[in-house]
C-alpha cells in the first residue's frame, strides 16, 4: 500500500533536482555538466520534459539519496578533517560562460576539497581493479580545484572517495557494503583545464543549437558517451558507454537504441 508513496517521493526528489537545473540559463553551465562525458544526457535533464526510465531514475536516486545523506553529516560535524562551508560556491567565468563549482566538502582549514561517488558493487570493483578514479571524476576535481584557485589564489588539493552501495563480487573481487576508497589528487593538469574549457564552450553552443532550433537529434550536434573522451584522452571510445546504462533517459535516447543495435550495449 505504501510502496507506490515512496515510490513517488523518491521521483519527486528528481524532479525538485530537475526543476533547479532547469533554472540554469543557456550561459550557465555547472561543473558537473562540463564533464559530462554525454552533451545529450545534458540536453536531456536540462529540458525535462522526456520520458524518464523509472528503474533507472530509482538507481540514480539510491546514490543521490545515500551522497546527500553522508554530506549533510558531515556538514553537522563542521570538525576535523572535514570541516565544511557547503554553502560555498566557486563560480568562474570562462569565454562567457558562467561555470558553477559546488564541490561536496570544501576543508578550508587544510586546503583541500572532497568529491563523494556512490557506486555500485561491479563499479567499485572495477575501481578497485584498475586502481585509478573514473576519468570524468578526475576531471571534475581537477575542474574544482582550478576554480578556486583562479577565484581565490590558493591552491586546494583533492580527494575521491567512492563509496559502495551494497556488497557483491565482480571479476572476483570482493566488495563489501559501504566499503570505501579514496584518491588524492595533488593539483590539477593544466592540460586538462584546457580540454574542459574547450569543452565547456563546444556544451554550451550544442546545447543553445539544441534548444532553441530544437534540433537535438541531429546527427554530430552532440557528443554521447560514445566519442567526448576518446578524441583526446586516448582511451576507447566503448569506455564510457556503461553509463548509458545507468542513464535515467535511456528509453528515449536515440543513440542508446543504436549502440544496442550494434551490439554495444
Ligand atoms: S543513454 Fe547514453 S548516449 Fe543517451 S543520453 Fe544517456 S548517457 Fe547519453
Not at 4 to 15: L, V
Amino acid at each position: 500500500m505504501y510502496v507506490k508513496e515512496i515510490r513517488e517521493i523518491i521521483q519527486d526528489d528528481y524532479k525538485i533536482r530537475q526543476a533547479e537545473r532547469q533554472l540554469l540559463t543557456l550561459g550557465e553551465l555547472t561543473a558537473t555538466e562540463v564533464i559530462n562525458p554525454c552533451h545529450a544526457q545534458v540536453f536531456f535533464r536540462r529540458v525535462g520534459k522526456f520520458e524518464l526510465n523509472e528503474d533507472t531514475l530509482m538507481t540514480v536516486e539510491h546514490g543521490s539519496i545515500l551522497h546527500d545523506w553522508i554530506t549533510e553529516h558531515l556538514a553537522s560535524k563542521g570538525l576535523g578533517r572535514y570541516s565544511i562551508r557547503k554553502e560555498l560556491v566557486y563560480n568562474l567565468t570562462i569565454a562567457n560562460i558562467l561555470i558553477r563549482g559546488h564541490p561536496d566538502v570544501i576543508d578550508l582549514e587544510n586546503s583541500a576539497i572532497v568529491e563523494l561517488k556512490t557506486i555500485n558493487p561491479v563499479g567499485m570493483a572495477f575501481v578497485k581493479m584498475r586502481g585509478e578514479p573514473h576519468l570524468d571524476h578526475l576531471l571534475q576535481v581537477e575542474l574544482y580545484m582550478f576554480m578556486i584557485h583562479s577565484r581565490t589564489g590558493r591552491k586546494f588539493s583533492g580527494s575521491i572517495v567512492y563509496i559502495s552501495r551494497a556488497k557483491g563480487y565482480y571479476k572476483g573481487i570482493e566488495v563489501k557494503d559501504l566499503e570505501m576508497l579514496e584518491f588524492d589528487i595533488k593539483d590539477y593538469e593544466p592540460k586538462h583545464i584546457g580540454f574542459l574549457q574547450g569543452k565547456a564552450k563546444i556544451l554550451s553552443d550544442q546545447l543553445r543549437k539544441s534548444i532553441e532550433e530544437n534540433r537535438m537529434y541531429a546527427e554530430g550536434v552532440v557528443e554521447t558517451t560514445r566519442n567526448s573522451y576518446a578524441r583526446v584522452f586516448g582511451v576507447e571510445d566503448t569506455e564510457y558507454l556503461w553509463k548509458c546504462r545507468f542513464c535515467e533517459y535511456n528509453i528515449v535516447c536515440p543513440w542508446y537504441a543504436r549502440y544496442r543495435e550494434e551490439g554495444l550495449l
